[in-house]
């Protein structure tokens, strides 16, 4: 079969070319670039732990050395402070990484993939799909046709993809700007990032009395102004007089010595394309959608879609065409996105506006600080991550189904297992091989030998259900997981989403989940769950 073809080769791009060749997929990568990035230490990215950890799953390297983990985060209104948020095991902090540290990192993985092929200079022109798959042109030095059996765009906000496929993109421009500059200096935080509202020092020119920093590594910050509305040009000097400005804020009057590695000006674009599949074509990242609420968070959203993607892709490749699962990627990732678009245009207003939100957001008696400062974290109305609950893969009508700490289509908490050789591993190390994974709770294994165990209790009725499911799947037991009670039975994606649980084994119920998360139709689920249940 043809390989995937994928154009664009920016995180997102490259994030799915590794997913879907650890999938056992083949990809070509049209990057229109001379293949590396300039290093751009402003352009920086806040990632939470579950993109963190298919980027690691992915590259094998860690991230925590190129990037900053915040020891704690601290808001500010004028000389107070307001709130303080400490990081630690119960709560790891948001990984801040420079965006050309991550692809780098990407690129040197996909450098030893032997079923990626990544093409420089190669910026598409053309695309004809035709009921066996997809064609496209690229113009450059090394410009040709290309054969694929599917096409993802990745190719960034003025995506080729899209207008190539007539996609309407809807959505606000420039909804927020912001100046933004990486320095080297030292500030009275080390390593705590911060949000500071309304400093008590006069700024240059007009402002809205709001700005960000965020530490990264070697003693490098980036600082983010908040830009008042309109157009006005932001001139190196008055950048260069805001540092000065908020280092001498910081400090008490003395502004402390800096190096001024890089500056620029962020404008946040709220965006949202109309369809994400058109037969054989597909868009994921800022080709798809626009987001970048409070500065740094659109990529992330971009990762997921690859990870969210990744494993659909390859089950058709590998099985052939399931259109249902193929559908369900626009379905769930669009309804997350929108989700958290239509939270910062309905709140950000507020917010900034400083009127309203009591009345408008029930319980919001923190105020606006704690509010904003859960968008900054991943949390909140502005910041928590999206749920595929209304997901058309979501199993219905299951007898046996129990709650757990974790909501169906929502990701499954990182707790540790028994694999099937008897190793200990991270739920989160058995993702994205595309195989689904069932999960047995069972407190006690954990301090016993496999070989005691596995063929005892309710193990060996547990397996044969497994073994009969109608996709690959992974076996794991674990002593506890939250919420769930001993003989629980977790069904999980292979991108980590909870599919169900189930309290004890439940062949007939298992096989019907499977099958739905699947793809499959409600007839192929019930008469599947029927042979799984066997004879009555």
């Known amino acids: 079969m043809d390989p995937v073809i994928i154009t664009g080769a920016g995180p997102v791009g490259l994030t799915l070319a590794l997913a879907l060749a650890r999938q056992e997929v083949p990809c070509v990568v049209l990057d229109e670039g001379p293949g590396k990035d300039e290093p751009r230490p402003a352009r920086t990215v806040v990632l939470r732990e579950e993109a963190v950890a298919l980027v690691e799953r992915l590259t094998g390297t860690p991230l925590t050395g190129l990037g900053s983990r915040w020891a704690g985060w601290r808001s500010m209104r004028r000389k107070q402070v307001t709130r303080e948020v400490v990081f630690g095991d119960a709560e790891p902090a948001p990984l801040h990484i420079a965006q050309h540290e991550l692809t780098g990192v990407l690129r040197t993985a996909l450098a030893r993939e032997r079923l990626v092929k990544v093409a420089v200079d190669s910026r598409l022109d053309g695309i004809e799909q035709e009921k066996s798959g997809v064609t496209a042109h690229t113009r450059g030095p090394a410009g040709t046709w290309w054969r694929g059996s599917y096409l993802v765009g990745c190719d960034g906000p003025r995506s080729t993809v899209r207008k190539l496929q007539d996609i309407r993109f809807p959505g606000r421009t420039a909804v927020e700007r912001y100046a933004v500059a990486a320095l080297r200096t030292e500030l009275p935080w080390t390593d705590e990032a911060l949000l500071h509202r309304m400093p008590p020092w006069r700024t240059t020119g007009p402002s809205a009395g709001e700005l960000v920093g965020r530490p990264l590594p070697d003693g490098v910050w980036r600082l983010d102004w908040l830009l008042p509305p309109g157009k006005d040009l932001v001139t190196p000097e008055l950048l260069v007089n805001r540092v000065r400005e908020t280092l001498t804020g910081w400090a008490d009057g003395a502004t402390p010595a800096y190096e001024l590695l890089d500056t620029g000006v962020h404008t946040v674009h709220h965006r949202l394309a109309r369809r994400w599949r058109v037969g054989r074509v597909l868009l994921a990242g800022d080709a798809a959608h626009l987001l970048g609420a409070l500065g740094t968070q659109g990529l992330e959203e971009g990762l997921l879609d690859a990870d969210n993607l990744a494993w659909k892709l390859a089950l058709v490749w590998h099985h052939g065409p399931r259109e249902a699962l193929l559908d369900s990627y626009q379905t769930e990732r669009r309804a997350a996105v929108s989700a958290r678009l239509r939270a910062a245009d309905q709140v950000l207003p507020l917010l900034r506006g400083g009127g309203g939100l009591r009345s408008y957001v029930p319980g919001a008696a923190r105020g606006n600080d704690a509010l904003l400062a859960d968008g900054h974290l991943g949390r909140g109305t502005l910041g928590a991550p999206g749920s595929y609950a209304g997901s058309p893969l979501a199993p219905e009508g299951l007898a046996g189904e129990v709650s757990v700490g974790t909501a169906p289509g929502t990701p499954v908490t990182d707790v540790r297992v028994t694999a099937e050789d008897g190793t200990f591993v991270r739920l989160r190390d058995r993702l994205g091989r595309g195989a689904l994974l069932v999960v047995l709770i069972a407190p006690g294994t954990g301090v016993w030998e496999r070989k005691h165990w596995v063929t005892a209790g309710v193990m060996p009725r547990l397996a ?33 989403h909870l599919v169900t649980a189930l309290n004890g084994v439940r062949p007939a119920d298992l096989y019907a989940a499977a099958e739905s998360a699947l793809g499959g139709t409600a007839a192929e689920a019930e008469e599947g769950a029927g042979a799984a249940a066997g004879p009555r």
């Open 464 to 496: 044969a259900a497994v073994t009969a499911l109608p996709h690959h799947a992974e076996l794991l037991v674990a002593e506890s997981y939250p919420g769930a009670a001993a003989h629980t039975v977790l069904l999980v994606r292979p991108d980590g």
